[in-house]
């Protein structure tokens, strides 16, 4: 039955805010193996993280509750810019000509301009309870460390940041924003650790690379007492966090009387596409719900279309605990001639677990065409998607598509993760005809796979 | 009575979106003189403006009806990103631990980032009816050309922009939006016509001006018979246009029980100013509101605080008609010290005449204030605003911190007319301490009145 009397957006109103995250993990049919100290091989302990992370954050790490209430000091920042609008794209509908009803939650209305301050508020605030008062991280694009600088100002902590050397001065704008917000930002390798200044005086022209600024971070949180380190993606305490996305938008939806056949997100390290879909696969598991779940990653960085689900490191240099996951080994680093983000050789656990029992399918997606996509969706739309998000968007036109082929009316529903206003680089080289596909060769797969750390007795 | 039980954002439900732009032009008390043709000094005709607007524009320009209905094929585009939040400053007033209740309408979230694509979208619509089907434009810092760029891509026409050459040069990223909008961007001075060749001939290292850029885009479109001419600001239709933020403003106050003490806007050409406050100042004419209206305007370009109300051509080449209006004079440049736009020289005829007869006031703010106000709202708010729109920001927080001092707890409402992501150069500035004030000489201000036109038997 065709519906068009749905506003082009839907909000929420205070009372019906949600205030709690949801934990997938408890719900998992089968659960995900233990993460392991990364020199003993032993499961990891609460003790092993208790250096960089606070209590609090441990326990969500490991917690096996479905629901963790928000505390209201979150839920105070949360409100600036959520409940984020759930839109129904009724201009891409009528430009592709389908009969399909496509809707977007959209992350990009806040400073960091994507879904990455979702979980640095709740990071930040954790660590500020718990008697924290500096938070070290880095960041390669921007993205996540704007969004820490940005809830590091409002709680009233310090924030600083180790920025990969190429993109620090590549990205001046990134820099001054966080600077904006008072975060003081380190081009990485930096004089501010041991690690930096060994490799500094290694290779003094080196470009840096986000393996390196995570050891600058990890080494200043480690070695002061009155600091943490706060990480982006991938973990279990940060994928909670973004549920706040799919909690909203479970509530926009009923609150319209839609159900979701198909619900899309991009994968780098797999937040916001867990984030999206974790409530709704809780519905899904309890039979409550029949939808397909579909994760998009560049060609270039196919990590569970072509990775393998293995136990492996978060970080180049092999100092985080070993995590089973979708993974293209650690060493491995897309082709330059990659544009956008998404390029992180792992994978959250708990979405390389789904993958792995075939509760979610994944695809990888050219970035001509993803760009493509994206320039549809710019004008139809009126919105400039960030080149991660439009991962997401072209596999939603793709989906779209084939509904018109078909005749079938299916409600899709995808994230957008993040706005391109700091991507212009990149649009203007595919405006020019400089953007060429860059998927991932058989050698250099071959070659990141060969890689994998050896685990006696678990691992060969 | 204090009143803490509002949401952080109000927005409107699809039946209560504004469907007519309010005019408040005929119910001013005292009539705006009438404009005069540049040459012939004589009442402007509706033949005059032919050559580079449509019909139904010029009437929206002369127009003398109250409501103007909004065709569904804007509202179609303008439901894309409308309503705009009104969002309650939560935050903020606890900050600055005022009484006050602080609302401000954003404007920001769409592609142009600021409320340009309110007229943008309606002048592109008219023209495509009347059957054109080229734009041509000038833009400075770019949020006009963008807007247009936006506009003309939806509805399918060219668009072309004469980008005033240092900025073109130094904003690669405003250029490169508007391509990804498939919009045609020259450097002004252009070979592209007689008077940019004529220019460039002359003084080929000019980094050109906004006046340049306007004589090329009118030339281009005055030349070919597929193209129209579109302006931004200052002139009746756009500010008519902008009422949609006035008109969802009013809504969004009276769903919530509120009704604003004082309403600020910034002042550049007038447009935003004019749209949030239009409803408003009709209510107050009508004796049903009783509220103070601010604009702020640089202390740079202190149009109303400092200008006289004459008439003035909006050009630097004495070419377009002569309007009644606040000036400093048609070859006003502002110090180059000072960082952001509202560099205009006039003020649109509506606000001019409130200003006159007192209906409304005026503030001029120094660039340091304004970017101080700007930090401290980024921080609280979660937002980064546009250096334009943080001069409204400014005064708000100066009118709070006076209640705080009464204790009155006044209704505040200010327009965040756009965002501040294209502008870290100059927060980059102010972070590095290298913004500082540049209020108008005496000397500039003479120079600039001194060259006002004379019109026998009107003006001396």
Known sequence: MPRNDVPNKVYLEAQELPTSWYNLIPNLPNPIDPPLHPVTFEPLRIEDLMSIFPKSLIAQEMSRDTYIPIPEGVQEMYRMFRPSPLTRAYCLEKYLGTPARIYYKYEGNNPSGSHKLNSAIPQAYYNKEAGIRRLTTETGAGQWGTALAVACAFYGMECVVYMVRCSYEQKPYRRAIMQTYDATVFSSPSNNTEVGRKILEQMPETSGSLGIAISEAVEDAASREDTNYALGSVLNHVVIHQSIIGQEAMAQMAKIGETPDIIIGCCGGGSNFAGLIAPFMGEQLAGRLNARFIGVEPAACPTLTRGVYAYDYGDVAGMTPLMKQYTLGANFIPS?????????????????????????????VNQTDVFKAAKIFAVQEGLLPAPESSHAICQAINEALRCKETGEEKVILFCLSGHGNFDLTSYDNYNHGRIHDAPLSDEDLALGLSRLPKIPGIQG
Do not use: N, P
């Open 336 to 364: 330059a001639i990659h544009a956008g983000g998404l390029r992180y050789h792992g994978m959250s656990q708990v979405i390389s677990r789904l993958y792995h029992d075939k509760l979610i399918e994944a695809t990888a």
